[in-house]
């Protein structure tokens, strides 16, 4: 249920080689990044769905922005073949490790925040007509006693759960097609860096 990042896009490494710079980077300009609210829509849409809310170069334009609300979060890095004009240009050294990486499709920074869930789902590939690996990269992750911000897959056939615990540096890559949650124990907000990138059709499982 989880895969293996090395034998599918061995160039995702970049991002742990530059984790420091990147964080620090992240850090240091968070509050001027630009985030969108998708509470009520993931919350929306699994429920009907069972699937995540795709987030479009629409939807997250007319999104509203985020507030001091509890919810899910997404501040939009790379998308449609661009760079978020403004984003971006806080975050130079993640702009040059994703155009490093070069198979991107799309990529965002996510902020899950404290008591905050979303349900089991899966999710499409946001490009047509070619397979996308997803990857979850701890960008921000506090360390809390006894409490944690998990990930969890289930397997649709056997209904195994997997679940995993989300830090720093920490790389889940996985198929959107996998039935999954996230969840967020702590008392703090977790941030990861949310990247599809494309990968051959022949390693993809049917």
Known sequence: MFVDYRQVCPSLE?????????????????DKLEFKDFTSEQDEYISKNRKGYPVTLMSYFSAKPKTEKL????????????FHPFNALHLPTL?????QISEVSVCGINILDPGISLDWHNDDDYS?????LRTLWGLDVPEEDGKESIFQTKDEKTGEINT???ANNKIYSF???????????????????AVDVYVNPEVVPL
């Open 14 to 30: 970049l991002l742990s080689q530059n984790f420091g710079k990147i964080r620090a980077e992240y850090l240091a300009n968070k």
């Open 95 to 99: 702009k040059e490790t994703l155009q």
């Open 128 to 132: 047509t007509g070619y397979p996308t």
């Open 164 to 166: 995993r615990k989300f």
């Open 175 to 193: 198929w959107p097609k996998t039935i999954h949650r996230v969840e967020n124990n702590m008392t703090k907000s977790r941030t990861v860096l």
């Open 71 to 82: 919810g899910w979060h997404l501040s939009a890095v790379y998308g449609g073949g661009i």
